[in-house]
């Protein structure tokens, strides 16, 4: 018959961590993001 | 049992959240379907960036309503790529171009080349690679090309033109143009935005640029009056050679760059992309982060996850996004097994039987911290009961 070690028991606990937001709430904080079109490693001459 | 208790600020969990709202303009021409088809495909294309940080996931729901989850420890620079990101699904329209669009703007670009260089059946043509090889095949049906006309970009020939499949800043035609060898050169694109073909003439003794379609700059409205502040700061952060925007053009073969401006790093770096691999052959070099895209599913019950509360792993913890209570909670240990047991098994008892084969712990007093457990998820609003096993009606 097979012998199982059996993991620790401990009572369960719940951590509340962080946010929920909708994307557009990055704007509000971060404005600016200055995205730029076209070859990335090339324009650095890559 | 203990209360909800916070985690260290520092490390902060968040999600963000993108709903059908923010589905970009012409996105249905990419993947046609419900608002849950294209947020998925959406989350496809993020996690298939070389940028996406793995230790980030993507999550798909359509409960209760259609939206894609973006949860994770987010980095400065991780701030930043959201920033483009939300930039780019609010101002950018997508212009997915298919085969045979490229044949139809091909056809045209070989009708102005005929029309702008009288002695074209003496050109040689070169391609940029990698984009500018597919055009130029097609081209070479369309012009009935001799496979001898078609030579490298430094063939040492009298008359040469390029091919590109798009020019959205001129860099890198103006890198092929350097290693040229011919005494005359013209270039063609499939799309170009006028200006970019000015300003390279202005500093290469070209015969002509042409492209199959002019693509327009839609800077001046996308930025109003911030407009002029925005070309002087990227003409302050390079020598380029045209600055502006345009839709979001996209082939079967390639996606073009997204650039964001790093101000600590002082340079360009590569946005997350837009594009599911499926319509878009460079989309599928990259699947290093696949496993970091989920579909949430909401588990069968009786027990199971609250409305609007969607779970997911990232590493060893058991991640619970409230989405009604906005906020973003963890489960480790004990919590987490407990957690994957009762949605699977639905009930206390099946998820006490489950959790016992794991656990060095009796089955009763299994059963009753899973109901002190579910009974605090409950008044959290995080699980929702059918009816409980051990509360059948009398």
Redesign the interface.
């Known amino acids: 018959m097979g012998y199982e070690v059996?993991?620790?028991?401990?009572?369960?606990?719940?951590?509340?961590?962080?946010?929920?937001?909708?994307?557009?709430?990055?704007?509000l904080t971060?404005?600016?993001?200055?995205?730029?079109?076209?070859?990335?490693?090339?324009?650095?001459?890559i | 049992m203990p209360p909800v208790t916070s985690g260290p600020g520092l490390t902060s969990l968040k999600t963000f959240t993108i709903g059908p709202d923010l589905i970009p303009v012409g996105y249905s021409a990419v993947v046609a379907g419900d608002p849950v088809d294209q947020l998925d495909a959406l989350g496809r294309a993020l996690v298939a960036s070389p940028e996406w940080p793995p230790d980030v996931t993507a999550t798909i729901s359509a409960d209760p309503g259609p939206v894609l989850l973006l949860t994770g420890r987010f980095s400065d620079e991780d701030d930043m790529q959201l920033a483009t990101l939300l930039d780019e699904l609010i101002h950018t329209r997508i212009r997915y171009v298919d085969y045979p669009e490229v044949e139809t703007v091909a056809e045209r670009l070989a009708t102005a080349l005929r029309s702008e260089i009288p002695d074209l059946d003496d050109w040689s043509f070169a391609a940029v690679p990698r984009g500018g090889l597919i055009v130029l095949g097609i081209l070479s049906y369309l012009l009935d090309l001799a496979p001898s006309r078609i030579v490298a970009l430094d063939a040492p020939v009298d008359s040469l033109v390029v091919i590109d499949d798009c020019s959205l800043s001129g860099a890198r035609i103006q890198t092929a143009l350097s290693s040229l060898k011919a005494d005359r050169a013209a270039v063609g694109t499939l799309y170009s935005v006028p200006a970019i073909g000015a300003a390279l003439r202005s500093r290469t003794e070209l015969v002509t640029f042409v492209s199959g379609e002019d693509l327009a700059d839609t800077a001046p409205a996308r930025y109003g009056t911030e407009h002029e502040r925005w070309l002087a700061r990227w003409h302050q952060r390079g020598d380029y050679l045209w600055v502006g925007t345009t839709d979001h053009l996209v082939f079967p073969w390639n996606e073009p760059d997204i650039g964001l401006w790093n101000e600590t790093e002082g340079r360009l770096k590569l946005a997350w992309r837009l594009i599911p691999p499926e319509r878009c052959l460079k989309n599928r070099t990259f699947s290093a982060h696949e496993a970091t895209l989920r579909h949430f599913v909401r588990a069968a019950g009786p027990i199971r996850q609250g409305q609007g509360v969607v779970d997911l792993p990232i590493g060893d913890e058991l991640v619970v996004v409230d989405l009604a209570g906005s906020r973003t909670l963890t489960l480790t240990g004990t919590a987490a097994a407990m957690w994957i047991s009762i949605m699977a098994e639905g009930t206390t008892a099946g998820a006490a039987a489950a959790l016992a084969v794991a656990y060095e712990v009796d089955v009763v007093d299994l059963e009753r911290d899973i109901d002190d457990f579910t009974d605090r998820l409950s008044g959290e609003g995080l699980i929702s009961f059918g009816l409980r096993n051990d509360d059948q009606p009398s």
């Open positions: 059996k993991a620790e028991y401990d009572t369960p606990r719940i951590e509340e961590w962080g946010t929920v937001q909708e994307l557009t709430q990055v704007g971060r404005p600016g993001s200055d995205p730029k079109r076209g070859s990335v490693l090339h324009s650095q001459g």
